[in-house]
């Protein structure tokens, strides 16, 4: 077991103004292995925030600790300058969520599962009948409002999960892999919904594999591996003169640069 | 690839149980269970062997036919009782047919129905001690009939996969299937009664199942112990054919399944129902109660659940009648309504490990505890009362007398406040490996209800505490007819089941609010 309280005194406090996200020490280890160990990361609000790693990075162990899923074995998280785990309520109040590998409560219709996740917030009937519709209209999704999640495809399951999240309006919008196996034409419109949002003040953070996205949708990256930031800060500060790709290549590491498999040429001389 | 195929099966076997003592314990009690019925078996074979020829042949017959037709049976009842190896996931591996066919039923018999039936089926040789021919016989043949129940019930479940695979049939036939099982105890004491006047028709019931797919395999021993050798070759000639026949349908279906994708089809259903939403406040708790609604008629976990309930008072009333006559028909039918209504409230006892890891939108949302709590009492506690209330009324329109609904009245309602109560703080407190969203209510994975097992007992068993009081009290009311203390009972019912409930929901509120991390934790290892 790594001993985190070691970090205790070195750990610097939330900064100020505060941070739409700040995260100071952030560790996780399940039994003997840790997976998140130690990290600080500050989201400007207002930014577009990119979170990039290769895959058991700790990037959803992360999340789910910033956003009071998982309960961290240390250190401190805040939002907008409220501690998520001394203020619980507070603090998910002014997050959405769309969690990675979790499932929903899919025996309801669209509509009602976005209706539900607005009521469990306390909004009022009208707000979230109106939001409701105008959240269907814009993620395409008024077609299918009755049908139940259950039959809903892979990208249509991300869409509606992305509604729940977006319904009371949040200042902190956290996307687990909101893009998987989303059509690229939905994927565009969603990016224009998170765009607006944006402008308009709020503070988005996505994780993602997919490095030509991120370049192309985010303002600020952070690069984790191994439970680790490796890089943080604007774009252009992190990937400097390569593309994000290649220097989030540079940084993890772990490309072979052997000739490969030699037998899988099917050379037709 | 047959050898591997094995290997995989019993690599799984060993994970699952590594993931969990719990599971181990499990399994270890299940296969103690199967070697006590093997045991009980191969005892009763041998002393089977001391009767006649012809008397051995019959029970074999009659026994086997029973054994082989429970196989038919319990892959329908019970769909995907064991998918580890599910042919859809090999669709994408290049295995020849028939390799993957002999994989799939060999591995049959690893696993504690398997292996026991094997076991049987090649120790009906015990029952020819006193005919070593036969013996010999019985042996090959308990083989081929143990690979034919493996076949059979392969065969069933891939011809019924592409059913299956529609949610809506998946979701039905787990619910329905349930009722034939419930209703079990009338239906063999009926049967038994009938079956009693013609039990001398039971020989000749053996002779011509002998002469079927069904019992054709376990005459042939006893037609070698009688020197019939034209009919021992026929009726292995019709066993053979069979294993051949359900053989090939199993291929068939295979192949079919192996390129045809599960597929849903889709109706396209815009916006606009609300359904209970619509009636429950617009609060958080108010949400939590309409969502649990929603779930009870919809999601088949629950809905079997409110299936069985029901039809309990109806099974305690036919076996009371038939045990002490129709006088106390009615009693029965309100104190079943109150089990009944208990069990429908106990259910939410495991209402988190059920949402699995859905719950995260609760969390995700701050639910506060006593929210959280609320809605799925308020839920659960409409329907309980529903139902219990019916069944007192029911039965006191049957026993035609009015003066003791009160007593019953009083012991549903307690036991639905305590009931609600205790579960409320149980769920808050455990989780246990509940059938996952979207599976059938009767799958559990190998020897995982153990712990799950000791926590329902705990729990009825406290409740059992919770209720003496209104429970005594409705006895001797009902007991010696005696409605001034029915009146009692319904008071302290009514006072003790607020009162449970209300505590049951501030602990389990603040239960909720504490742990709900380590909650969403526990169930999202079980994925």
């Known amino acids: 077991m790594t001993d985190f309280s070691a970090h205790a005194p070195t750990v610097p406090a939330a900064p100020r103004p505060p941070a739409a996200l700040a995260i100071r020490g952030l560790a996780k280890a399940f039994g003997s292995k840790v997976a998140v160990n130690g990290i600080n990361l500050d989201v400007p609000a207002g930014s577009f925030y990119g979170l990039v790693g290769p895959n058991g990075a700790g990037k959803t162990t992360s999340l789910s600790m910033a956003t009071g899923l998982l309960r961290p074995d240390a250190g401190q998280v805040w939002v907008h300058g409220v501690d998520v785990w001394a203020h619980q309520l507070e603090a998910k109040r002014l997050t959405g969520l769309l969690p990675d590998g979790v499932r929903l409560f899919d025996r309801l219709s669209g509509e009602q599962l976005v209706t539900y996740a607005g009521l469990l917030r306390g909004m009022d009937r009208d707000t979230v009948a109106h939001r409701v519709h105008d959240l269907l209209a814009a993620l395409d999704l008024a077609q299918d409002a009755g049908t139940l999640v259950v039959d809903y495809s892979a990208g249509m399951t991300k869409k509606i999960a992305l509604a729940a999240a977006l319904i009371h309006a949040p200042r902190l919008l956290v996307l687990d892999e909101p893009f998987e196996s989303v059509d690229p034409v939905s994927a565009a419109n969603i990016r224009d919904i998170l765009h607006d949002y944006v402008a308009s003040g709020g503070t988005v953070i996505v994780s993602s594999h997919v490095m030509d996205l991120v370049q192309r949708m985010c303002d600020h990256v952070a690069v984790i591996a191994a439970g680790t930031v490796l890089a943080a800060g604007t774009v252009d500060q992190v990937r400097g003169e390569l593309s994000l790709e290649d220097r989030f290549v540079e940084l993890v590491g772990g490309r072979n640069q052997t000739a490969g498999l030699q037998w899988l040429r099917t050379s037709l001389g | ?527």
């Not at chain 2, 996931?89 to 049959?108: C, D, E, K, V, W």
């Not at chain 2, 021993?221 to 054919?241: D, E, F, M, N, T």
């Not at chain 2, 409110?306 to 309990?312: G, N, Q, R, S």
């Open chain 2, 1 to 527: 690839m047959v050898a591997h195929l094995l290997r995989l099966k019993i690599a799984l076997l060993r994970n699952s149980l590594r993931r969990s003592t719990m599971q181990s314990v499990g399994l270890a009690i299940g296969a103690l269970y199967g070697l006590g019925i093997l045991g009980t078996a191969l005892a009763g074979l041998a002393v089977l062997g001391t009767q006649d020829p012809e008397v051995v042949g019959m029970v074999l017959v009659l026994a086997g036919s029973a054994l082989f037709l429970g196989w038919l049976i319990v892959p329908v009842v019970a769909s995907g009782l064991d998918m580890t190896l599910d042919p859809a996931r090999f669709s994408t591996y290049s295995i020849p047919m028939r390799q993957l066919l002999a994989g799939l039923a060999l591995s049959g018999f690893i696993g504690i129905p398997g292996a026991i039936t094997l076991l049987a089926s090649m120790g009906t040789a015990a029952a020819w001690w006193q005919h070593p021919g036969a013996a010999a016989v019985a042996l090959f043949c308990g083989a081929v009939a143990a690979l034919t129940c493996v076949v059979a019930s392969r065969a069933i479940t891939a011809a019924s996969a592409s059913l299956a695979s529609s949610r809506k049939f998946k979701d039905l036939s787990g619910v329905v299937l349930l009722v034939p099982l419930v209703l079990l105890g009338p239906i063999t004491t009926s049967l038994t009664a009938g079956v009693q006047g013609v039990r001398d028709y039971l020989p000749d019931l053996a002779h011509t199942l002998s002469w079927t797919p069904l019992g054709a395999i376990w005459a042939v021993p006893s037609a070698v112990a009688a020197g019939q050798w034209a009919a021992a070759g026929g009726k292995l000639a019709i066993a053979l054919a069979a294993l051949a026949v359900l053989t090939w349908i199993w291929k068939a279906c295979l192949a079919k399944a192996l390129v045809t994708p599960p597929h849903a089809g889709n109706l396209r259903r815009s916006a606009g129902n609300l359904g209970f939403f619509r009636l429950f406040p617009a609060s958080p708790a108010g949400a939590v109660a309409a969502r649990s609604l929603t779930y009870w008629f919809r999601d088949p976990r629950y809905s079997a659940g409110l299936i069985i309930a029901p039809l309990l008072p109806l099974v305690f009333a036919f076996a009371s009648s038939q045990a002490a006559g129709g006088g106390s028909t009615g009693v029965v039918l309100g104190l079943g309504g109150a089990l009944a209504a208990f069990l429908v409230v106990w259910s939410i006892s495991s209402d988190i490990s059920y949402d699995n890891t859905a719950f995260a939108l609760h969390l995700g949302a701050g639910v506060p505890g006593a929210a959280d709590r609320t809605g799925r009492a308020a839920a659960a506690g409409i329907l309980a009362l529903a139902l219990g209330i019916l069944y007192a009324l029911a039965g006191a329109v049957v026993s035609g007398s009015w003066a003791l609904l009160p007593a019953t009245l009083g012991l549903t309602i307690g036991a639905v406040g305590s009931g609600l109560g205790l579960a409320s703080v149980f769920s808050a407190r455990f989780t246990m490996n509940a059938p996952l969203p979207g599976d059938s209510p009767l799958k559990s994975k190998p020897g995982n209800n153990f712990s799950a097992m000791v926590v329902q007992f705990s729990g009825f068993a406290g409740v059992g505490v919770l209720v003496v009081p209104e429970l005594v009290l409705a006895t001797i009311a009902l007991a010696g007819n005696r409605p001034a203390l029915g009146w009692i009972s319904l008071a302290t019912g009514a006072v003790l089941g607020a009162v449970f409930l209300a505590a049951g929901l501030r602990i389990g509120a603040r239960l909720y609010d504490r742990r709900a991390p380590e909650l969403l934790l526990a169930v999202s290892a079980d994925r």
